[in-house]
């Protein structure tokens, strides 16, 4: 992995320019750029194997290479002024803190600290966990004056730091805030450092310096005007203040609700963004102060979490704006790593709808950056859409599973495999994480963006655990509408959130990808109007319509999720379920009455990564108004016993057919899969308490579902309730009967014929 890129959008029209990022190794002096088209993915030998198309375009050629840093750490900027100079009398920091992490390295909580010039003022926690003030004067003298006493993990403590100039003494305070339900421990609860103050003379007169005020780290250098910020806290902040004097802890704790006086330089109010539908103005923080020190911040720092009054008592941070007035600040967070354009593509007029990559080598080095081009907005140029699962796609990104999940052969079943992908991410964290990993604090990460290069989102990738996925996985599709001559346009899931029922009515079927996990609610909406209006939709997949999703205010490139509720990786802290881009609940559709039965007649119910199985034929399948789906088909066939994914046609993710979750009494059970092994096991939001057989062996819940059934205006669905669906169709030449079936009716779907009854 000695060349890396990434594009701004994964999804661009005729006319419209992507600009593409490049990041080379210091021993590339050129690579070679040019764009394809993608038409398989997968190197597996039993298939097609690798194809791609080379596009004739202006970026075709050869480009210096340069090696392009990256910076991760969630941060807020408060650039500089001239009131963030100390005065004669000097000046306090005052915030609430939630530490996740003390001890784990120095970190900045509010500094106005130069390293390169160790100049400037700052409260810090100290490498030994300890709260410390830091005085430089930028002639080599420094002082740092520390508690010498741990602060407690995941406990909030209003902590302050004052100089006071006058008398040449600095002053620390720290006191814990243990309420009900905001600390690890209970308000009975005895510890060391729950409330103590240091004082000590120094000698040493802080320098002005001409870097920003640094919430969450300290600016390692400037690259021009840009701060270069090192020292990242892991934790919340909550109510910083700044004082142009040294300020008595009375005055400390009147100044967490009413900031006033002379000497107030500034405090900041995280909650002013909350309104009801969720946190505007999102990556900016507020003064409240007459100087107006307004902010920003850097990598997508959590909002729409519990603060230091949280009480329990309230769960929708909407509601109770000034218990939620934290943001939680990590390491590791990533939004957009802001890298230099390497080059840019003006897709041309007339290239047809497709999936393309911008083609990056060095030798035998290389790398691809995948994106969609759509038809001309507002046209469609083929009757069927397919329906790109980008927001799954962004979910997986980057993920560590292969290396963190501490149980993955268990889930597996057997050694997972690391391709090169794996272990460069798992080395270069500044990648960024996906959906389904930790922070280095242990906390859940809730966003993921697509400005870095996302190392499984690539042709030739194949997961850790043994198969394709996700856009790998669905290239299958595509290449079989391409084998089987079927014209199809690309629409992706930030387009149909944008633009609606209006961009499904203009194609006669649409065709989702094998995984489409995470869906917004104007998603849902469009597809269900759809349906009402007659349109015909192909659900290819397992697992799909499963989780609230939703994109950033203001960077599109963004989404967020907050898992609760579900079959997961991590659990939302407590208060936390609520989107901050949106206000709504988190966590499943299902939960909040929703379920992807109500839409596609199956949804979630086992998941198992080892091998994958067949479906067989159940009687609603000979029925009048299903039986031309298996035309072709013999009656006691098999349907799936083979495969790219697991060796057969059922596997990986499964879906069944419930009417008590919303599947359509009038729909046609058409096959079930049988047969599965210990390690798919039922989801675990199915059932109330742990129970033994949940197994595949032992639970007859644990089986895909093939079902089809048909809507007002004839309008139809057929799914088929399994993530490896897709990896069978090439089968022995895509002359097969799970090619046959998704052939028949995707012909039958796309046709203006009516449906048969």
Same mark, same amino acid.
């Given at each position: 992995m000695r060349i890396l890129g990434y594009c701004?959008?994964?999804?661009?029209?005729?006319?419209?320019?992507? *600009?593409?990022?490049?990041?080379?190794?210091?021993?590339?002096?050129?690579?070679?750029?040019?764009?394809?088209?993608?038409?398989?993915?997968?190197?597996?030998?039993?298939?097609?194997?690798?194809?791609?198309?080379?596009?004739?375009?202006?970026?075709?050629?050869?480009?210096?290479?340069?090696?392009?840093?990256?910076?991760?750490?969630?941060?807020?900027?408060?650039p500089d002024r001239p009131e963030l100079v100390p005065g004669a009398a000097g000046f306090t920091i005052q915030a609430f803190v939630w530490p996740t992490t003390p001890g784990n390295g120095r970190q900045g909580i509010v500094t106005k600290w130069s390293a390169a010039d160790q100049a400037g003022y700052g409260l810090f926690i100290d490498d030994r966990g300890h709260l410390e003030l830091v005085l430089g004067d930028g002639n080599g003298g420094t002082v740092a004056v520390?508690?010498?006493?741990?602060?407690?993990?995941?406990?909030?403590?209003?902590?302050?730091?004052?100089?006071?100039?006058?008398?040449?003494?600095?002053?620390?305070?720290?006191?814990?805030?243990?309420?009900?339900?905001?600390?690890?421990?209970?308000?009975?609860?005895?510890?060391?450092?729950?409330?103590?103050?240091?004082?000590?003379?120094?000698?040493?007169?802080?320098?002005?310096?001409?870097?920003?005020?640094?919430?969450?780290?300290?600016?390692?250098?400037?690259?021009?005007?840009?701060?270069?910020?090192?020292?990242?806290?892991?934790?919340?902040l909550d109510r910083p203040r700044l004082a142009a004097r040294p300020l008595s802890r009375e005055e400390v704790w009147a100044w967490v609700a009413e900031p006033a006086g002379p000497d107030l330089v500034g405090a900041w109010d995280f909650s002013d963004q909350i309104t009801p539908n969720g946190i505007v103005a999102f990556t900016t923080i507020t003064d409240s102060s007459p100087h107006g020190l307004h902010g920003q911040t850097v990598n997508a720092p959590v909002r729409a979490v519990t603060g230091y009054n949280w009480t329990g008592e309230q769960h929708v941070?909407?509601?109770?704006?000034?218990?939620?007035?934290?943001?939680?600040?990590?390491?590791?967070?990533?939004?957009?790593?802001?890298?230099?354009?390497?080059?840019?593509?003006?897709?041309?007029?007339?290239?047809?709808?497709?999936?393309?990559?911008?083609?990056?080598?060095?030798?035998?080095?290389?790398?691809?950056?995948?994106?969609?081009?759509?038809?001309?907005?507002?046209?469609?140029?083929a009757r069927i859409a397919f329906l790109a699962p980008t927001n799954s796609y962004l979910a997986y990104a980057n993920d560590h599973m292969g290396v963190d999940a501490e149980l993955i052969q268990l889930a597996i079943g057997r050694t997972a495999v690391l391709a090169a992908q794996d272990i460069h991410r798992h080395i270069h964290r500044e990648l960024g994480n996906s959906l389904y990993d930790l922070h280095?604090?242990?906390?859940?990460?809730?966003?993921?963006?697509?400005?870095?290069?996302?190392?499984?989102?690539?042709?030739?990738?194949?997961?850790?655990?043994? *198969?394709?996925?996700?856009?790998?996985?669905?290239?299958?599709?595509?290449?079989?509408?391409?084998?089987?001559?079927?014209?199809?346009?690309?629409?992706?899931?930030?387009?149909?959130?944008?633009?609606?029922?209006?961009?499904?009515?203009?194609?006669?079927?649409?065709?989702?990808?094998?995984?489409?996990?995470?869906?917004?609610?104007?998603?849902l909406d469009a597809i269900e109007a759809y349906l009402q209006d007659g349109g015909r939709f192909m659900y290819m997949g397992g697992n799909g319509f499963y989780w609230v999703t939703n994109y950033h205010p203001e960077n599109p490139h963004l989404i967020e999720i907050r898992r609760h509720g579900g079959t997961q990786m991590w659990t939302a802290a407590p208060g936390e379920h609520y989107l901050s881009f949106t206000g709504e609940m988190g966590g499943l559709w299902r939960n909040r009455g929703r379920a992807p039965q109500k839409i596609v007649g199956v949804g979630f119910i086992a998941q198992g990564l080892d091998i994958s199985s067949y479906y067989r034929?159940?009687?609603?399948?000979?029925?009048?108004?299903?039986?031309?789906?298996?035309?072709?088909?013999?009656?006691?066939?098999?349907?799936? *016993?083979?495969?790219?994914?697991?060796?057969?046609?059922?596997?990986?993710?499964?879906?069944?057919?419930?009417?008590?979750?919303?599947?359509?009494?009038?729909?046609?059970?058409?096959?079930?899969?049988?047969?599965?092994? *210990?390690?798919?096991?039922?989801?675990?939001?199915?059932?109330?308490?742990?129970?033994p057989a949940h197994g595949g062996d032992e639970q007859p819940n644990v089986r895909a579902d093939l079902v089809y059934f048909m809507t007002p205006n004839d309008g139809a669905v057929f799914s088929t309730g399994s993530i490896a669906w897709c990896g069978s169709l090439s089968h022995n030449g895509y002359d097969n009967n799970v090619s046959r079936i998704t052939e028949n009716v995707l012909r039958q779907f796309a046709s203006d014929d009516p449906l048969p009854r």
């Open positions: 701004d959008r994964p999804n661009v029209r005729p006319g419209e320019t992507l *600009n593409f990022y490049v990041s080379c190794a210091e021993e590339l002096s050129t690579y070679e750029a040019d764009i394809v088209r993608l038409v398989h993915g997968d190197l597996d030998l039993r298939g097609p194997g690798f194809k791609e198309e080379v596009i004739e375009t202006g970026v075709t050629g050869q480009y210096p290479a340069r090696t392009q840093a990256s910076y991760p750490g969630s941060h807020a900027i408060i520390s508690t010498d006493q741990p602060l407690v993990e995941r406990c909030w403590y209003l902590v302050s730091g004052s100089y006071d100039a006058r008398a040449g003494i600095v002053r620390l305070r720290q006191e814990a805030v243990v309420g009900m339900a905001n600390a690890p421990v209970s308000r009975a609860a005895t510890f060391a450092g729950q409330s103590l103050s240091v004082e000590q003379s120094v000698g040493i007169t802080p320098a002005t310096t001409g870097v920003p005020l640094v919430m969450a780290g300290w600016t390692d250098h400037l690259e021009g005007e840009q701060a270069i910020v090192a020292g990242h806290y892991n934790g919340k941070y909407t509601h109770a704006p000034d218990q939620y007035g934290a943001i939680q600040f990590h390491d590791d967070s990533v939004d957009d790593l802001r890298w230099d354009v390497d080059f840019q593509l003006t897709v041309p007029d007339g290239l047809r709808s497709g999936v393309y990559g911008a083609r990056l080598r060095s030798g035998e080095h290389e790398d691809y950056v995948p994106f969609y081009v759509l038809p001309p907005r507002g046209v469609a140029t280095t604090d242990g906390s859940g990460v809730c966003y993921s963006s697509w400005r870095r290069p996302l190392l499984t989102v690539r042709p030739k990738y194949r997961h850790s655990f043994g *198969n394709v996925w996700q856009f790998n996985a669905d290239l299958h599709l595509v290449d079989w509408f391409t084998e089987k001559g079927f014209e199809v346009d690309i629409i992706t899931d930030r387009d149909l959130h944008d633009e609606g029922v209006e961009l499904l009515k203009r194609y006669r079927a649409v065709v989702t990808g094998s995984h489409p996990e995470y869906t917004t609610g104007p998603m034929r159940k009687p609603d399948s000979f029925a009048e108004g299903a039986s031309w789906i298996f035309e072709g088909i013999g009656d006691d066939e098999l349907i799936g *016993n083979f495969g790219l994914c697991g060796d057969g046609a059922a596997g990986l993710e499964l879906d069944w057919y419930e009417p008590s979750l919303g599947s359509p009494a009038h729909a046609y059970l058409l096959a079930s899969s049988e047969g599965h092994t *210990n390690v798919m096991l039922e989801v675990r939001e199915n059932f109330g308490t742990t129970m």
